[in-house]
Every structure is written in structure tokens, then in C-alpha cells.
């Protein structure tokens, strides 16, 4: 199933777009409470001092400006959405597109992840930390919350990881108990995540 959602993604976006509208509505009648319950977890989620919590409508420039400044080496592996304002604004709109961030201690945005849920009871994972703030426990922070959130909701989190990206795989298993599923096109793995216990 995911190589199938992955290949739908990638060969007719336009389609994939009404789908997630459609997925959206949906999605907003059955998980009412979403936002509170992510809310309250991204509270606790605690890494190098930083503040995690939902990203706010004024939030987008920033996201769109952190997005816009990582170095073509950081985006290799991430690129689940374009980066630009109408999109951000989009998917902010979406109530299926759960958008977080990481906010460091003198305010700045340094982090920025995503629940992608279906209404079939899934979601899939993405993120990203600005490079000064890797290896800080940011990302096993953001991994351990998503996990969390999805347990909490009843979702069933899964994610793409690049096997070449061994820092996202580490601490995707430092934060989750993670499972791999299958393998996918370009060195991709697909996995899946559960609340450590």
C-alpha cells in the first residue's frame, strides 16, 4: 500500500491533491480532537531546551523561510511537499496535515515535522531540524511525540526513511520501537512506528 501511495503522489500530484481535500474533510468529522490531544503531548516533549508545539497560521514565513535556508544536502531526503508559501498555507488548512514545530530557546524555528493521517487510520511521519540543531536529541524527540500522538489517536504511524540517512534512521530508533516493512524505489525504506513502552 504505501509503494502505491507513493507512486500516486509522485506521478499525478493534481489527483493527490483532491484526495487529501477529500481525506481532510473526513478526517475532521472522526478525529474532532486531534489538535488538543497533539497539543498536550508536544507540551512534555522535552530536547535541548527547545519548545515543541503546533505550528500557528503566522508561523508559515518562518517555516517557509527555514525551508528555503537549509543547505541542498538536508533536503535530499526531504521533500514531501513543495516549500512554498501556497502550499504551506494548504496544507495548514488541511485538518488530515497535522504541522509542528521546534522552536530553540531564544525563539528562533529550528524544526519542523508533520503527521500526514488518513482517515483509513494511518499516518505517515516527516521531519526536519535545522542543521545546528542536530544531534541534540531534537529529532528522537519529535519521532518519540509523533509515535505518541498516533498511539493516543489510534493511528497506525509509518514513515520513508532513506537508507542512506543513518541519522534519521538512529534516532527514528531511539525515539520509536521501529519496524521495517518494505523496501521502496531510490533507496527508500518504508517503517513502522510505535510508542516505545
Given at each position: 500500500?504505501?509503494?502505491?501511495?507513493?507512486?500516486?503522489?509522485?506521478?499525478?500530484?493534481?489527483?493527490?491533491?483532491?484526495?487529501?481535500?477529500?481525506?481532510?474533510?473526513?478526517?475532521?468529522?472522526?478525529y474532532r480532537k486531534m489538535d488538543t490531544l497533539a497539543a498536550g503531548i508536544l507540551d512534555k516533549a522535552d530536547a535541548a531546551g527547545c519548545r515543541?508545539?503546533?505550528?500557528?497560521?503566522?508561523?508559515?514565513?518562518?517555516?517557509?523561510?527555514?525551508?528555503?535556508?537549509?543547505?541542498?544536502?538536508?533536503?535530499?531526503?526531504?521533500?514531501?511537499?513543495?516549500?512554498?508559501?501556497?502550499?504551506?498555507?494548504?496544507?495548514?488548512?488541511?485538518?488530515?496535515?497535522?504541522?509542528?514545530?521546534?522552536?530553540?530557546?531564544?525563539?528562533?524555528?529550528?524544526?519542523?515535522?508533520?503527521?500526514?493521517?488518513?482517515?483509513?487510520?494511518?499516518?505517515?511521519?516527516?521531519?526536519?531540524?535545522?542543521?545546528?540543531?542536530?544531534?541534540?536529541g531534537v529529532g528522537t524527540a519529535i519521532w518519540a511525540s509523533c509515535a505518541e500522538i498516533c498511539a493516543r489517536a489510534g493511528l497506525r504511524m509509518?514513515?520513508?526513511?532513506?537508507?542512506?540517512?543513518?541519522?534519521?534512521?538512529?534516532?527514528?530508533?531511539?525515539?520509536?520501537?521501529?519496524?521495517?516493512?518494505?523496501?521502496?524505489?531510490?533507496?527508500?525504506?518504508?517503517?513502522?512506528?510505535?510508542?516505545?513502552?
Amino acid at each position: 500500500m504505501i509503494r502505491a501511495l507513493v507512486a500516486f503522489k509522485r506521478r499525478c500530484p493534481w489527483a493527490w491533491n483532491q484526495v487529501e481535500c477529500a481525506n481532510g474533510a473526513l478526517f475532521r468529522l472522526r478525529y474532532r480532537k486531534m489538535d488538543t490531544l497533539a497539543a498536550g503531548i508536544l507540551d512534555k516533549a522535552d530536547a535541548a531546551g527547545c519548545r515543541f508545539s503546533l505550528l500557528e497560521k503566522e508561523d508559515l514565513p518562518a517555516l517557509e523561510a527555514l525551508l528555503a535556508g537549509q543547505p541542498q544536502e538536508n533536503l535530499k531526503w526531504f521533500h514531501p511537499h513543495a516549500f512554498d508559501r501556497k502550499t504551506l498555507a494548504r496544507l495548514y488548512r488541511n485538518p488530515a496535515f497535522l504541522m509542528m514545530k521546534v522552536n530553540a530557546p531564544d525563539g528562533p524555528l529550528v524544526g519542523y515535522f508533520f503527521l500526514r493521517c488518513f482517515i483509513i487510520g494511518r499516518a505517515f511521519a516527516g521531519l526536519l531540524v535545522d542543521p545546528a540543531w542536530q544531534n541534540r536529541g531534537v529529532g528522537t524527540a519529535i519521532w518519540a511525540s509523533c509515535a505518541e500522538i498516533c498511539a493516543r489517536a489510534g493511528l497506525r504511524m509509518q514513515a520513508t526513511i532513506s537508507t542512506d540517512n543513518k541519522p534519521s534512521m538512529a534516532s527514528c530508533r531511539k525515539g520509536t520501537d521501529c519496524r521495517e516493512l518494505q523496501p521502496l524505489e531510490d533507496h527508500y525504506l518504508a517503517v513502522e512506528c510505535k510508542q516505545k513502552a
